[in-house]
């Protein structure tokens, strides 16, 4: 573990850009922390802090100079390795009208590093590295765009109002696929970071930094700081048998009633960072008659998702919200060996009306006990 | 009874599972009032499809959209490759109204099989109900080519009316043959229809197979099949010997885009084929 003064990390992003990547991370644009490019640490959400609650997501002043003093955003880094909107094919008609040539290149990608990478959201990576990569097939373009990704971690020193990532065993410390992980400590007199590297790379970037072996003082606060996180977190999610529970509670009288106020408006899928459902759209160029498809994010929230020829299959909001909450807690395991939740609390701060997938969830349960006991 | 087993014809990496091959619509054949047989060949050198009995295609109308259409033509003649399609909306539509010599895309073949061998030495029944024949039909070929390996085979096919069957003149002639049990009847009879009238559920009692020795393929319309697979076991069929091929919106056939899932099922990559035990629970359940 070695530790690096706060200015090793204006030196942090300079060394990565040498290195050749585009770095991306947290800064604040319209009263939000998002992710896009940062030039220097001045980019930052320089003593910004978020405050959470279903529904509800506010910025304030932490009266200090932490650089990530905040949990998670409405944005998550499936925004770069699954973008909202890719292309996956031009297909130009070949003259005299036998065949065609079809691009797939895709121009979006650039060698990034993540830098504010949360332990959920290495989580969530993992989980999306197992639907796009581990399957049958592999998905090109999110295989290109993560291949070369540097990821540094930091890990959370405070818990969201809708965090339950300790239930999801999930963080707040990051524990593997990461280059770099930093511990940010703001003391009264001192502003530092821990840093642990996990890879070979990682390893390089932090020899080129001005950092110093830490003290075990400095390890303990650490520790302690990540531990109180755990200890603070907003929600939690009993996960024990809850698989078992959504998969016989198909006719559960909750989903009728958390229909009553589900609007299936799509937010908690978009903010998902697991959420990887996608659908295809055919353009048209009309110069050169070329045809092109589009790929852009879907959600299982909207009717033409489970469209087949005469209807739809999943007409009713609660049929959906059913199909959203087995999946994200259930049917998951079974496909990808893991739940498809990291337990960021985005769905729940995220949603115009607050419905709570923990609180769901522990309804579900409740009833399950009256029905099987 | 063991799972159909999964063809992993585009599992190797590096190879985009999206990216469609240049086909030639070679002639399309009208079937019945709203559908259409279209037969395809490779414009590319990489030769013929080689598919399974129950296997399906993405077949892309360049500039208008992709579908999932099953193969419906003989597995032991890849050469002539077939897809049936009913028009019912702007890419299906689209593909039926194209014309000889119009180049299209296909992506495939994906899913599982029908598990054919597993009815060797039992009675095999297809249940077929509607453009579910299909489907169907190229596990029709692959039995009718090793036929002494089988028992009685029943064909139980059902239509809306006598026009919209397909396949007509080819289930004509397999009723004609020795070996075959072929019934056919229809929901609607028009005063030229002189066959049996009524859903295909109600030809599963008095068909001629032993259900303590018969695997079923079932095909059609979901409320078809989930009354059929009832009949089948009313007649005692086992659960484990009874197939059926599941429909949902697909946009990537290969497990990303998420549309197709029924339960823990990815229709696209676990299915189409399923055992009737895999699905049972979901198919008594609305709108899963």
């Known amino acids: 573990m070695e530790t690096l003064d706060r200015s090793g990390i204006d030196a942090l992003l300079t060394a990565l850009r040498e290195r050749g ?69 031009r297909i130009t008609p070949e003259e005299g009208g036998q065949g065609f040539t079809a691009d797939s290149s895709d121009p979006g990608a650039r060698r990034w590093a993540f830098v504010g990478v949360r332990a959920c959201e290495l989580a969530a990576i993992g989980i999306q590295d197992r639907v796009f990569l581990d399957g049958p097939a ?67 970037v932090l020899a080129a930094l001005p950092s110093r072996l830490a003290t075990a003082d400095e390890v303990k606060t650490a520790d302690r700081i990540l531990e109180s996180a755990a200890s603070s977190m907003g929600r939690s999610l009993e996960m024990d048998g809850l698989p078992e529970i959504l998969g016989r509670g198909y ?21 998902c960072p697991t959420c990887f459902c996608s659908t295809v759209e055919d353009v048209n160029d009309l110069a050169d008659g070329a045809a092109e498809r589009w790929r852009r994010w879907d959600s299982c929230f909207t009717t033409e998702f489970s469209y087949l020829h005469g209807g739809s299959v999943r007409t009713s909001v609660s049929s959906r919200y059913r199909q959203w909450l087995t999946h994200k807690l259930g049917t998951w395991i079974e496909q990808f060996g893991s739940p498809g939740c990291v337990g960021c609390g985005r769905c729940i701060t995220w949603c115009p009306v607050g419905i709570d997938l923990t609180e769901e969830a522990a309804a579900l349960r409740e009833s399950d006990r009256a029905l099987h006991a | 009874m063991e799972s159909p087993k999964t063809t992993e014809t585009l599992a190797s990496p590096g190879l985009d599972p999206m990216l469609p091959r240049p086909f030639v619509l070679k002639s399309i054949e009208q079937e019945n009032v709203d559908t259409w047989t279209l037969e395809l060949e490779a414009v590319d050198a990489d030769g013929d ?17 992709e579908v999932p259409i099953s193969i419906s033509s003989d597995p032991t003649r890849p050469e002539r490759l077939l897809h049936t399609i009913r028009s019912v909306g702007a890419v299906t539509g689209g593909l039926c109204a194209m014309k000889p ?18 009815a060797h030495d039992s009675d095999l029944v297809f249940v077929a109900g509607g453009i579910g024949l299909a489907p169907l039909r190229p596990a029709i070929y692959q039995v009718l080519s090793e036929r002494r390996r089988y028992g009685r085979v029943v064909i139980l096919y059902g239509a809306r009316s006598a026009g919209d069957m397909i396949f007509a003149e080819e289930l004509e002639t397999w009723r004609g043959r020795f070996d075959l049990d072929v019934q056919v009847t229809v929901d609607h009879a028009t005063g030229d229809w002189f066959g049996h009238v009524g859903v295909v559920t109600t030809l599963i009692p008095r068909a001629g197979f032993d259900p303590t020795h018969t695997v079923a393929m079932v095909c059609g319309p979901e409320v078809m099949m989930r009354f059929t697979v009832r009949s089948l076991v009313d007649r005692g069929v086992a659960s484990e010997g009874i197939y059926l091929s599941m429909e949902r919106n697909m946009k990537c056939a290969v497990g990303f885009c998420g549309h197709c899932q029924f339960g823990p099922s990815f229709i696209c990559k676990d299915g189409p084929v399923f055992s009737l035990p895999r699905v049972e629970r979901w198919l008594d359940t609305r709108e899963v």
């Open chain 2, 101 to 118: 010599g119009e180049i299209l895309g296909l992506r495939g073949p994906f899913g599982n099989a029908w598990p054919v061998s597993l």
């Open chain 1, 21 to 89: 990547f585009t770095v991306l991370g947290p800064t604040v644009r319209d009263r939000a922390i998002v992710y896009d490019e940062l030039r220097s640490t001045a980019d930052l959400p320089v003593g910004v802090t978020d405050e959470q609650a279903a529904g509800s997501y506010r910025l304030t002043h932490r009266g200090d100079d932490a650089l990530f003093g905040y949990t998670v955003g409405p944005h998550s880094w499936k925004r770069w390795l699954h973008p909202p909107l890719v292309r996956l094919l």
């Open chain 1, 251 to 271: 006719d559960s009288p909750r989903w009728e009633k958390v229909a009553t106020r589900c609007l299936s408006c799509t937010n908690c899928t978009m903010v």
């Open chain 1, 138 to 204: 592999v998905d090109p373009v999110y295989d290109a765009r993560r291949r070369g990704v540097f990821v540094v971690a930091v890990n959370c020193a405070q818990a969201g109002g809708t965090c339950f990532c300790a239930s999801m065993d999930a963080g707040p410390r990051a524990r593997e696929g990461f280059d770099l992980a930093l511990t940010e400590v703001v003391d009264d007199d001192r502003h530092y970071f821990l840093v642990e590297d996990g890879s070979p790379e990682g390893r390089e």
């Open chain 2, 49 to 65: 499809l080689a598919f399974e009995p129950g296997q399906f295609n993405m077949v892309y109308r360049l500039g208008v959209g």
